[in-house]
């Protein structure tokens, strides 16, 4: 069984640019949900897409959009790049079947906007 | 929108002592989770409590859950170096697609 892979673990992008981030879930897992955690913070929660559909979405404004893929590989892009989206991304999947709780998260990608 | 606040947010401990970390919620939810982090790492599940009363233990650490005081606790016993880390907890909300909400996080050092 597999985890959760991000790509890439770290990244530098110039502000105004953009960027995507990429996620490959657990086995089995058909829902996936991205959180930002700035430093010295706790994660905040994205949005989560479970079947390629977008089902809930947390407070970040419209130029954080994301994908699901059959496969249930997922991807973060944010548009426009602030100072203020430099943090760590994390990327969780989990299971919708009844009886499994929680996330399995991935190892993360470190974006710093300068 | 949901708050969870965890205190202390720093915690300094000598090995071998007992201490307890504390995570309020503001929301009825029976679902919480309890997560440790090494700097510069990702998450780590430590523990699942899905009910009232319900209550973990994993080597030193032990977490309960009272969802009726909407409070958990991580109570750590006979600290060893190794249990530095920061620990968060997090709530479900199952009325926002299972959405967490993460706790601000408790820094745990722990010194020889």
């Known amino acids: 069984e597999t985890g959760v892979t991000q790509s890439p673990t770290h990244l530098i992008k110039t502000r105004g640019q953009q960027v995507t981030l990429r996620c490959s879930s657990q086995s089995g897992h058909n829902t996936v949900s991205w959180y930002q955690q700035a430093l010295g913070q706790g994660p905040q929660f994205i949005f989560q897409?479970?079947?390629?559909?977008?089902?809930g979405r947390g407070n970040f404004p419209p130029r954080f959009s994301g994908l699901q893929f059959p496969n249930y590989s997922s991807e973060l892009n944010v548009n426009a790049l602030e100072l203020d989206d430099s943090a760590l991304y994390l990327c969780?999947?989990?299971?919708?079947?009844?009886?499994?709780?929680?996330?399995?998260f991935g190892s993360g990608t470190r974006l710093t906007v300068v | 929108e949901l708050k969870v606040e965890q205190n202390p947010l720093f915690l300094s401990m000598q090995e071998g002592k007992n201490y307890t970390i504390y995570c309020n919620y503001s929301t009825t939810s029976d679902r919480l989770y309890w997560y440790r982090q090494d700097p510069g790492k990702s998450l780590e599940s430590l523990f699942v409590?899905?009910?009232?009363?319900a209550v973990k233990q994993e080597g030193r650490l032990m977490a309960s859950l009272d969802t009726k005081a909407r409070l958990s606790t991580l109570h750590i016993t006979a600290a060893v170096h190794d249990l530095s880390a920061t620990y968060f907890c997090?709530?479900?909300?199952?009325?926002?697609?299972?959405?967490?909400?993460f706790g601000t996080g408790t820094s745990l050092t722990v010194i020889p």
């Open positions: 969780a999947s989990s299971s919708a079947r009844q009886g499994t709780y929680g996330y399995t």
């Open positions: 409590l899905l009910s009232n009363g």
């Open positions: 997090a709530v479900e909300s199952v009325y926002t697609g299972n959405q967490f909400y």
């Open positions: 897409y479970y079947r390629e559909e977008e089902n």
